[in-house]
């Protein structure tokens, strides 16, 4: 076999149209108009893949959740002694405060299920978990409030971050316990 063969076997093999692009693209001639794309062959849903955003259940759920945080920031002990009168703020008094804040902000993340609408069973039963931590750990702080007694003129009154917590967790639990879609027990 001379060169010459073996060079017009070579051509003779290769293809003038250029390769195959990936992901089954079809490549054009030299000379080719490209083709529009089919409407008629295109399958267009006109359907919503997820259902729609409960924006009451996450606007009272997201208030609940502001309530609880902003909460920990406010009074909740009063202090009074004859005229002079001091506020103790929840981040003064420790671990309940600590209980508060992480559990506010993990409602804060679940908060968001009810705006995308992808809530389900599971979602429901952390809101009302994470609602009622917040009403224990307030009725507990105001029972210590309440049962002090006065001891040479000094009293203790609940500040206004106590019920402004008790509200934040009944704002959690409430969005949950009315959704009756996912209280069917299948």
Same mark, same amino acid.
């Given at each position: 076999?001379?060169?010459?063969?073996?060079?017009?076997?070579?051509?003779?093999?290769?293809?003038?149209?250029?390769?195959?692009?990936?992901?089954?693209?079809?490549?054009?001639?030299?000379?080719?108009?490209?083709?529009?794309?089919?409407?008629?062959?295109?399958?267009?849903?006109?359907?919503?893949?997820?259902?729609?955003?409960?924006?009451?259940?996450?606007?009272?759920?997201?208030?609940? !959740?502001?309530?609880?945080?902003? @909460? $920990?920031? /406010?009074?909740? =002990?009063?202090?009074? %002694?004859?005229?002079?009168? *001091?506020?103790?703020?929840?981040?003064?008094?420790?671990?309940?405060?600590?209980?508060?804040?992480?559990?506010?902000?993990?409602?804060?993340?679940?908060?968001?299920?009810?705006?995308?609408?992808?809530?389900?069973?599971?979602?429901? !039963?952390?809101?009302?978990?994470? @609602? $009622?931590? /917040?009403?224990? =750990?307030?009725?507990? %702080?105001?029972?210590?409030? *309440?049962?002090?007694?006065?001891?040479?003129?000094?009293?203790?009154?609940?500040?206004?971050?106590?019920?402004?917590?008790?509200?934040?967790?009944?704002?959690?639990?409430?969005?949950?316990?009315?959704?009756?879609?996912?209280?069917?027990?299948?």
């Amino acid at each position: 076999m001379s060169e010459e063969e073996s060079l017009e076997d070579v051509e003779e093999s290769s293809s003038s149209l250029p390769h195959t692009p990936p992901f089954g693209i079809r490549a054009l001639r030299p000379g080719e108009e490209p083709n529009p794309l089919d409407m008629q062959d295109v399958d267009v849903s006109t359907s919503r893949e997820r259902p729609a955003g409960n924006w009451l259940a996450a606007l009272v759920s997201s208030a609940g !959740v502001v309530l609880s945080i902003i @909460g $920990t920031f /406010l009074p909740w =002990v009063s202090v009074s %002694e004859d005229e002079y009168q *001091s506020n103790l703020i929840g981040w003064d008094q420790g671990g309940s405060a600590w209980v508060v804040l992480v559990f506010g902000f993990l409602a804060a993340g679940i908060t968001s299920r009810f705006l995308n609408g992808s809530r389900n069973f599971l979602t429901n !039963v952390l809101m009302i978990l994470f @609602g $009622t931590v /917040l009403l224990v =750990v307030g009725a507990i %702080e105001m029972s210590e409030v *309440s049962s002090y007694e006065s001891i040479s003129g000094i009293e203790k009154s609940v500040g206004i971050g106590l019920p402004v917590i008790l509200a934040g967790g009944i704002f959690m639990i409430l969005p949950s316990v009315f959704d009756r879609r996912t209280w069917k027990f299948r």
